[in-house]
Every structure is written in C-alpha cells, then in structure tokens.
C-alpha cells in the first residue's frame, strides 16, 4: 500500500528566506508524485509533478521539488519565499495503475514572518 | 474549459438528515475521485468512479455512504442520517485517465452537522 508522510506539521520562515518542505513516500514501483497547495478555506492547487524523467521538477509560483529514489523522497523547495505563500501544503503520491487514486500526507502548515 | 464544479460549497445539516453533494468533473474527463478532510488532516480517499461504475470504493465507510456517477448529469456522494463526525470538507477530482496522473480538485463542499 501506499503512503505518504510529511514530517513537519508546522513551519515558519521570514519573508525572503528559503524554504524546503519534507516529503517521504512509500510505494513498490515508480510513482506519481504530487505537490499541492491548500489556502483557508479553499480547494486544492497542483503546484507540480512528477511522472518520470528529470528528477528535479519545476512548478508554479516559484517552486520546485527533487524526486530522490534512494531516499524515497520528494522535498519541496523555494528559493525566496514570499508573504503569499503561507498555506497548507499536501504531498501525494498516486499509484501508477489504472485504478490511480491519490494519497495524501498530513500536510505542512506554513506561516511566513515580515 | 469550466474547472470541476462542486455544489453546494457549504451545507449545513442535522443529526440524522441526509447530505447530497454534487461534482461536476471537468469536460472530457470521465474518472472521478472523491476525498475527505477533516479538521486538521490530509485528504482521505473515498471513492474512485467511472460513469455508472464504482471502480473502488475501498475508503468509503460501509454504512450510510454511497456514491453514484450516472450516465448523465454530476457524481452524487450521498450520506444518509449524519452524525457530527461527518462534517469535514469533501472533495471531487476528476482526471481523463484513471492512471494515477494528474487529478483537477474542485472548489469542495463544507459539510456542517449541527
């Protein structure tokens, strides 16, 4: 079965520092993996993904992730974060078969300081 | 292209009323996945739906849950006689492929259980 654990339940950082979000997953063969992006209140934004090829993955609004086999993770990360980007923030993975739902992790609340 | 649409965005129900919760997938997509949050927590998988065929229903609750994607018209998540215990947000996704690719989350529905 698959499954997906986030470590950090909670993370400040100031306006203008980088940011890197933990991402472990669990899973028998290559995965889909996701990064999504929750505000209060709202529905779910894609950020980025990652099928197969070039392990580092650019995404929107900045951010990119890093799909490590070895580690079995999935690291979000951004180079200068901005006051927006306080949210919630939901890795996946999803099952490379034809029945391919997604698991999600807990989530990482983010709380950026001026 | 219309996103996925879920109605209502919010409802508000008594203990022991029926909840119908409708999504609307994106045109041309015809795999629909439901999933829970409740305070606090990841998205939970429900249900995973082809039209007019429950594919895997694995994470919905064995009573008083059922959910259907007809022919025609919206997937229906259905909850009959709600407890407390149901109010979270419920969120539909649909894809084109049920291949674990991406899957477009809707705005979601805000269940309240007074």
């Known amino acids: 079965a698959q499954s997906v654990t986030q470590p950090d339940i909670h993370i400040t950082v100031s306006e203008g520092a980088s940011l890197e979000l933990r991402c472990n997953y669990s899973y028998g063969a290559t995965p889909y993996l996701f990064w999504y992006v929750q505000s209060p209140g709202q529905g779910l934004q894609l950020l980025l993904k990652y099928f197969s090829g070039d392990t580092l993955v650019q995404g929107i609004k900045g951010f990119e992730a890093e799909f490590k086999r070895s580690q079995s993770s999935f690291n979000l990360r951004k180079p200068s974060v901005h006051w927006s980007d306080a949210a919630e923030y939901f890795c996946a993975v999803g099952a490379n078969t034809n029945a391919g739902k997604s698991t999600f992790g807990d989530g990482t609340t983010l709380t950026v300081k001026p | 292209n219309a996103g996925v649409m879920q109605n209502p965005r919010h409802l508000v129900r008594r203990r022991g009323q029926e909840a119908r919760l409708r999504c609307s997938p994106m045109k041309g997509h015809s795999h629909v996945y439901w999933y829970r949050q409740l305070p606090e927590e990841g998205l939970k998988f429900m249900v995973y739906?082809?039209?007019?065929?429950?594919?895997?229903e694995s994470g919905m609750p064995k009573e008083r849950f059922s959910a259907e994607f007809p022919k025609e018209g919206p997937s229906i998540l259905r909850i009959q006689q709600v407890v407390r215990g149901d109010s979270a947000a419920y969120f539909c996704?649909?894809?084109?492929?049920?291949?674990?690719?991406?899957?477009?989350f809707g705005p979601g529905t805000r269940l309240l259980v007074l």
């Open positions: 739906l082809q039209k007019e065929n429950i594919i895997d």
């Open positions: 996704a649909s894809s084109p492929k049920g291949d674990g690719g991406t899957q477009y």
